[in-house]
């Protein structure tokens, strides 16, 4: 495991000089990139030794080495249905920030409205999303279309909440130096609500992304004919549990990038937020 | 310019918050005049209702009974001739220092609308008020980048770019240590000597009270009435010397033994 990247921040630079210096072996921000690569390294390592060591059988739990074979010989059925799994994930997550980020700030701008849909929103996202898959199929059919909504309906919540809260939660003071300048509603969230709603949204849409994964997964899982979800599921069918656990790791790894990805945008737009300890979440 | 003898006026004004039947009162039949100009101070035990008095006087909270006048007319809404700092500084995390500080210009009129015209203008007048309060070459940086007393400065100076008539202070120099306070006393009277807005400032330290005010009004326990109203005489400009004279610590005295806590 990598340490969460969001909320390490950095310590003010007044009590980082304060600190007694003693000379290091190697130097912190090279340890701070070096250490997921070795957390990550050992855990592979263990588990194939776990695998040598304790004979355990590939059908219940194959060894990395034969996941990386098993990866390299189904290479263009893995690629073609990981981008499948990208596609879908990615068109319903997007669907999920335009409609979240409206939601959002609807609700965080106006608490009538939040009072009002709040209720049927925790209802929505209670009820598990496997169960809406059949639904869905018969709906629109087997395929593209279910996922990309399961996506969608599973990605959105975090990001609605995050927009709201980080509306909602504007101090009542920076809102007064507003409201005595003359300053309409608009103005008020054009100035002071967006932008400090902003932190919020970016450290929604690194979780959204990797739930809208998830999303897209299991209705690939339970009704299609494409994806890495149906993959795994066509795999598991002939009982080629490595190349199930070659479409785990692919799905791991994209799950990884796209986060990466919005952690990187999250940096870049909302450095000031990534100070001092002022950030709520 | 002609100076109104009654540029702020209540008259029984009362402010309550909470609804119908859970009212809490927070200022009870308050009565005051203040000059086109005067400095005037309101000091008192905490929870008296002293920032409640500014919210009254910038129209950001109705009155419950009695009028607040300003400037002619009666409040009801916001009123926009005024700027406002608080003990937080409320700069906005992501605006740099000079960013801040033009805030009201993007919103106030008449700036408001030739913002974008008349930007290099405005931006150096922001520079020219930054570097009058001492913050000259920390335009750039970012409010947590700033010490307390940086930041106080610059909420300051975003209070007063839009040539504010009337300045609300709530207890603007609260959290920052003596040293710091006492320089921002000097900071903040050479900005109202040459300016001259009218200012309210709300504080509980006594000394910067008489420093600082012509007028200090004392008020009571929640709710908030006036119970005494000083002038204070001393030459302007004031210095930490005046605050050691013996007139001085009499006055400041004096005050101590009308609040009561």
């Known amino acids: 495991m990598k340490p969460p990247p969001t909320f390490a921040r950095p310590l003010p630079a007044k ?36 695998c040598v060591v304790f004979h355990v059988d590939t059908f219940i739990l194959p060894k990395p080495s034969q996941i990386v074979v098993s990866l390299f010989q189904h290479y263009p059925a893995i690629t073609a249905n990981a981008l499948q799994t990208l596609y879908t994930t990615l068109v319903g997550f997007a669907l999920a920030v335009a409609v979240g980020l409206f939601l959002g700030m609807l609700v965080g701008a106006m608490p009538p409205v939040y009072n009002g849909i709040y209720p049927v929103m925790v209802g929505l996202n209670a009820i598990p999303k496997v169960a809406i898959v059949p639904i869905l199929v018969i709906w629109f059919g087997i395929g593209t279309v279910p996922a990309i909504i ?5 990605s959105f ?25 003359g300053a309409r509603r608009w103005q008020i969230l054009r100035k002071v609500g967006i932008p ?11 979780v959204a992304v990797t739930l809208a994964f998830i999303g897209s997964i299991v209705a690939e899982t339970v009704a299609s004919d494409r994806g890495i979800g149906y993959l795994m599921i066509a795999a598991s069918a002939r009982f080629d549990i490595t190349l199930v656990f070659a479409g785990l790791l692919v799905v791991a790894l994209m799950g990884i990038a796209m986060y990466e990805v919005f952690a990187y945008v999250e940096r870049r737009v909302t450095f000031w937020a990534t100070r001092g300890n002022e950030m709520l979440t | 310019m002609h100076k109104l003898e009654s540029f702020v006026r209540l008259a029984n004004a009362s402010l309550a918050y909470g609804v119908e039947d859970k009212e809490v009162l927070a200022i009870d039949d308050v009565s005051m005049t203040i000059r086109e100009g005067e400095f005037i101070a309101l000091v008192g035990p905490s929870g008296c209702g002293k920032s409640s008095l500014l919210k009254l006087v910038s129209g950001l909270h109705p009155a ?73 070459g920390f335009e750039d940086k970012y409010p947590w980048e700033l010490s307390g007393g940086m930041q106080q400065r610059a ?78 005489e ?28």
């Open chain 1, 15 to 50: 009590e980082r000089t304060d600190r007694p210096r003693r000379a290091p072996l190697v130097s912190a921000p090279l340890v701070r990139r070096i250490t997921p690569w070795l957390v990550t390294a050992s855990f592979f390592i263990l588990w194939e030794i776990v």
């Open chain 1, 150 to 154: 399961t996506a969608f309906v599973i």
């Open chain 1, 157 to 181: 919540f975090p990001i609605m909440v995050n927009v709201a809260t980080g509306l909602a939660t504007i101090e009542p003071e920076m809102r007064d130096v507003l409201r005595s300048l």
């Open chain 1, 196 to 206: 400090r709603a902003m932190p919020y949204f970016f450290a929604s849409l690194k």
């Open chain 2, 64 to 136: 419950l009974r009695g009028e607040v006048i300003v400037d002619g007319r009666q409040v009801t809404s916001p009123i926009s001739i005024c700027g406002m700092a608080f003990q937080n500084s409320t700069l906005l995390p992501w605006r740099s220092a000079l960013d801040n500080v033009l805030l009201p210009l993007e919103i106030v009129e008449p700036y408001a609308s030739s913002f974008r015209r008349r930007k290099g203008e405005y931006v150096e007048r922001a520079r020219g008020l930054l570097r009058s309060v001492g913050l000259a």
């Open chain 2, 155 to 232: 909420s300051l100076c975003r209070a007063l770019i839009h040539e504010p008539r009337i300045l609300l202070l709530d207890e603007p120099f609260g959290a920052l240590d003596a040293f710091t306070r006492e320089d921002l006393w000097a900071v903040l009277q050479s900005l109202w000597i040459e300016k001259r807005p009218t200012v309210i400032l709300v504080t509980h330290d006594l000394r910067e009270a008489a420093y600082l005010a012509d007028t200090i009004y004392v008020s009571s326990p929640r709710p908030g009435r006036i119970v005494s109203r000083t002038e204070v």
């Open chain 2, 234 to 261: 001393f030459a302007r400009p004031r210095t930490l010397e005046t605050t050691y004279a013996p007139e001085f610590i009499a006055k400041v005295h004096g005050l101590r033994e009308r609040i009561a806590h």
